[in-house]
């Protein structure tokens, strides 16, 4: 019960974090499979040009995001799991001096995950759970060159470390990852990572975190080169875009084993990104397994 609330929370505190998708160090159990819909919203009316800060045009006008994801989660074999995220999104703003709504399908992610180390399994208080996650992402068809879109619009590969403990019976713990991303051309590869802790309260979860996302090149929003009306290669897709965010998820435990999520989360700081809102909900439903 432990890994699967944890686990939980993490896919929550991913899932609501712009368009990053990740996944626990925690996995299910061999043969169980876990079905997580939800919904995620994001706002802004302010962002960060290059590094400077300044307010949506005409008037800080807000734009909004509004995604309605499923993730899927099977235990294949007791060191190994698969997950999938689809979902459709849609972007909504009188901003940035036009219509730039937009929708369609969101990045969809898939991927593996080897478990190497398993504090529960081990006689050692000191062993973390320890895994490796190899992904991909399949592009979504909203359009990656419109202000701040769902996504960039291209195919990649991601690979990650991630970790995770639990201390003793205090049911206070610490997890994190970090990654590299890379995609198509002309989108800048990406470093990101996580780090945070969890509390557990009988079947109350708590969970504080800080995510960094960044490009590892790339434009300047009203920089040289930066010019939409040329492509991609000159638009938003190519743009060195930063995301830090704290962000925040509490969620509850049925005796069913459901677990029902709430999440919220805040740019603390960025490159080329709006200073997002983000709140989100969702529900996990275990099948099968011990």
Do not use: C
């Not at 875009?241 to 677990?259: C, F, H, K, P």
């Amino acid at each position: 019960m432990k890994t699967s609330l944890f686990a939980t929370v993490l896919l929550t505190l991913a899932v609501s974090g712009v368009t990053v998708f990740g996944q626990s160090a925690w996995l299910p159990a061999q043969h169980q499979f876990k079905a997580t819909p939800g919904f995620s919203f994001s706002t802004f009316d302010e962002f960060w040009m290059g590094s400077s800060k300044v307010d949506n045009p005409p008037n800080g006008k807000s734009m909004d995001q509004y995604t309605g994801y499923l993730s899927l989660d099977y235990g294949i074999l007791e060191q190994l799991a698969a997950d999938v995220t689809v979902g459709y999104t849609a972007t909504d703003s009188d901003a940035f001096g036009g219509d730039a709504s937009d929708d369609g399908l969101m990045d969809t992610s898939v991927g593996l995950r080897l478990r190497l180390l398993d504090e529960f399994a081990s006689d050692s208080p000191y062993v973390p759970t320890l895994a490796i996650r190899i992904g991909g992402i399949i592009a979504g068809t909203y359009d990656p060159n419109k202000p701040f879109s769902a996504g960039d619009g291209a195919d990649g590969f991601e690979s990650s470390l991630l970790l995770g403990k639990t201390i003793r019976d205090t049911g206070f713990g610490f997890y994190g990852d970090i990654g590299y991303r890379v995609r198509e051309n002309p989108v800048p590869d990406e470093v990101f990572g996580t780090a945070g802790i969890f509390q557990q309260i009988g079947v109350i979860n708590l969970a504080f975190g800080y995510r960094h996302i960044q490009s590892l090149s790339g434009l300047d929003i009203g920089g040289s080169g930066f010019n939409p009306a040329l492509g991609d290669s000159h638009g938003f897709p190519a743009l060195e875009e930063i995301n830090q965010i704290i962000e925040g998820a509490v969620s509850l435990s049925d005796n069913g084993g459901r677990n029902y999520q709430l999440s919220v989360g805040t740019n603390v700081d960025g490159r080329n990104t709006g200073d997002k809102v983000l709140v989100g909900v969702n529900v996990t439903l275990p099948f099968g397994g011990p």
